[in-house]
C-alpha cells in the first residue's frame, strides 16, 4: 500500500471502532485483522473462519457506514482468511450472544443503504411509532396569524385541507421559525377532520429515509411501498434533508410519481424554493416546480403583533398594547423569539410579584433583544427616512437643497453611520455619489440639531428630532 493508502485504512480503522465501540473494535477486528486499501477496494484479512464468519456476519453494516463517511462511496469490500494475521485469543468456545448475531444483508442491499446513512438515534425510535406523532397534538391552520408575509402559504394549505389532490404538490418554503411546520400540521389535521375516508402521513424527511433504510435491512420494501404509495395525502417536512441521499431520492421520486398518477394530495416544505435546492436532482426538483410552490417570509410588524396577542392569550397572561407593541417591534427574527420573550415576561413577573409594563419589559429583555438586532443596510435606511418624511428614493438622490429634502438626506446618512459598519464613502456614494466629507458635515449639523432641539418637518406634522429619529429607527427595527 502506498502512504496514502494506509492514511486511508488507519482512517477506516478509527471510523468502524467509533461505530462498533472501541471495546468490541479491538476484541474482533483489532490486532487479528489486517485492512488493506488498493484505492478502489478495501480487503479484511482475519486469522481464522470463525472470525470471519463472526465479523462478516455483524460488523458488514458498520463497515459500509464507516467507508461512506470516511471514502464518501462504499467501495467493494473482501473478507478472506490470513495465515499472516495473528490472533492473540483463543476461539471462543460458544457463539456470541443472539443481539451479537444479526445477519448480514446481501451485498446489494448494504451498497444502497450506505448511501443514506447518518440517520439520529432518535430518529429511528420515533419512525418505529408509524409517523413518530402519536402523542403529538397537531396544530390548526384556524390558530395560524395570517399577514402578508404568509398569505400565500396559508391560502394555499387551506384549498389543500378543504379538497385535497386540487393542489398537488405543493411546497412551502422558509428560514426556520416562521410557520412552515405549523401549516404543514394545518392540512394534517384538517384533512383527517374533513376527510375522514382519506388515508393520510405525516412525517420528516429523516423518518422517511429510517422507514427506507429499515425496509432495505429487513423489513421488507413491498410493504414500505404499499405503506407510502397507498396513501391519499402523504406530508414530508424538511425535504433539504435527502440532500446527498442518492437512493432515498429516488425511493421519493417514484412515491411521488405513483401519488401524482393516482391524484393524490403532496405536501412538502423545505428551507429553500426548488432552484436552490440542486443536491436532490433535476428530476425531484421538476416535480415540485410542477405543483404550487409557496414562499414563507419572515412575519411582518402587523403579523407579530397578531403572534404575540395570540401567544399571550394561550399562556393566560396579561401584556398591555404598548408592551406587545415593543416585542414585535423590537424582536424581529421568528415566532419562537417571540415566546422566548413572553415566557421571560411571565417568569420576571412571577419571580418580582409584579405585573407586566413597559418598563419592566424593557429591561427583562434587553439582553435578548440586543443579540436579536437586525442588520441594517442603506437600503433599509432609505426606505426608513422615506416613509418617515414622505420623500421618494429620487429625492434623497438629487442635488436639490430645499429642507422638505436635504433634512431627510442628511439623517440618513447620519443613521448610516449609526447603524451601518459601511464606510464614508460608500455612505456618500448611496445618497448621490457624495464626498466623504460631505458625510462628515450632514453628521455635524444632526448632531447640533439634537443639542439645540431642532424641529424637522416629516410626512404629516412637524417633530422634534430626537421623535424623527424615533420613529425612523422603530421602523428600521421592525424591519
Known amino acids: 500500500m502506498t502512504t496514502d493508502d494506509k492514511d486511508i485504512v488507519s482512517a477506516l480503522r478509527a471510523a468502524i471502532a467509533e461505530k462498533v465501540g472501541k471495546e468490541r473494535f479491538e476484541l474482533w477486528l483489532g490486532s487479528s485483522t ?28 458498520q463497515i459500509d457506514e464507516a467507508c ?6 462504499s467501495p467493494g469490500v473482501t473478507f478472506h482468511i490470513d495465515p499472516s494475521s495473528t490472533n492473540p485469543r483463543a476461539e471462543p468456545a460458544r457463539a456470541p450472544r443472539s443481539k451479537e448475531r444479526a445477519a448480514e444483508p446481501p451485498r446489494q442491499l448494504r451498497v444502497r443503504a450506505a448511501e443514506d446513512v447518518s440517520v439520529s438515534q432518535p430518529a429511528r425510535a420515533a419512525a418505529k411509532s408509524g409517523n413518530g406523532f402519536a402523542r403529538r397534538r397537531f396544530a390548526s391552520l384556524k390558530s395560524f396569524v395570517a399577514g402578508d408575509s404568509n398569505r400565500l402559504a396559508l391560502e394555499s394549505a387551506r384549498i389543500v385541507a378543504r379538497e385535497p389532490g386540487r393542489m398537488t404538490p405543493l411546497l412551502i418554503y422558509g428560514p426556520t421559525a416562521v410557520g412552515k411546520t405549523h401549516l404543514l400540521e394545518g392540512v394534517w389535521s384538517g384533512v383527517r377532520r374533513a376527510h375522514r375516508g382519506v388515508t393520510s ?3 420528516s ?34 425535504l433539504q434533508f435527502f440532500a446527498g441521499k442518492r437512493a432515498t431520492q429516488v425511493e421519493l421520486l417514484h412515491t411521488i410519481d405513483t401519488l401524482l398518477r393516482q391524484g393524490h394530495q403532496l405536501v412538502f416544505s423545505a428551507d429553500r424554493p426548488p432552484a436552490e435546492l440542486a443536491e436532490l436532482g433535476s428530476e425531484l426538483t421538476t416535480r415540485l416546480e410542477g405543483g404550487m410552490v409557496c414562499p414563507l417570509e419572515r412575519p411582518d410588524l402587523a403579523t407579530r403583533r397578531g403572534i404575540v396577542v395570540q401567544m399571550a392569550c394561550r399562556m393566560k397572561i396579561n401584556v398591555p398594547e404598548e408592551v406587545r407593541g415593543f416585542i414585535a417591534a423590537r424582536l424581529t427574527s421568528h415566532a419562537r423569539e417571540l415566546s422566548g420573550a413572553l415566557c421571560r415576561l411571565q417568569a420576571t413577573s412571577e419571580a418580582t410579584g409584579g405585573p407586566i409594563t413597559l418598563s419592566m419589559a424593557e429591561e427583562a ?47 440618513a446618512m447620519w443613521l448610516a453611520r449609526k447603524h451601518t459598519r459601511a464606510a464614508l464613502s460608500e455612505i456618500g456614494e448611496y445618497f ?22 431642532q424641529s424637522v418637518q416629516l410626512a404629516d406634522r412637524s ?5 424623527a429619529i424615533r420613529q425612523v429607527e422603530q421602523q428600521l427595527l421592525a424591519g
Not at 37 to 61: A, E, H, K, M, Q
Not at 438 to 448: E, L, Y
Open 34 to 61: 489486517r485492512f488493506e486499501f488498493d484505492g478502489r477496494s478495501l480487503t479484511i484479512g482475519v486469522p481464522n473462519r470463525f472470525l470471519l464468519d463472526w465479523v462478516r456476519s455483524n460488523f458488514c453494516r
Open 68 to 73: 461512506v463517511e470516511t471514502l464518501g462511496t
Open 201 to 203: 402521513i405525516y412525517l
Open 205 to 238: 424527511a429523516e423518518q422517511f429515509t429510517t422507514h427506507f433504510l429499515e425496509a432495505l435491512r429487513g423489513s421488507g420494501l413491498p410493504s414500505f411501498r404499499r405503506k407510502y404509495r397507498g396513501v391519499g395525502l402523504l406530508i414530508i417536512d424538511d
Open 365 to 411: 429583555l434587553a439582553e435578548m433583544i440586543r443579540h436579536s438586532g437586525r442588520v441594517v443596510r442603506l437600503g433599509d435606511i432609505e426606505r426608513a427616512i422615506c416613509n418617515v418624511f414622505g420623500v421618494e428614493p429620487e429625492g434623497l438622490q438629487s442635488n436639490r437643497k430645499t429642507k422638505s429634502v436635504s433634512h431627510p438626506r442628511m439623517l
Open 432 to 453: 448621490g455619489r457624495r464626498s466623504h466629507s460631505t458625510v462628515v458635515s450632514a453628521q455635524k449639523r444632526v448632531d447640533k440639531w439634537m443639542a439645540t432641539g
Open 463 to 467: 417633530s422634534s428630532i430626537d421623535d
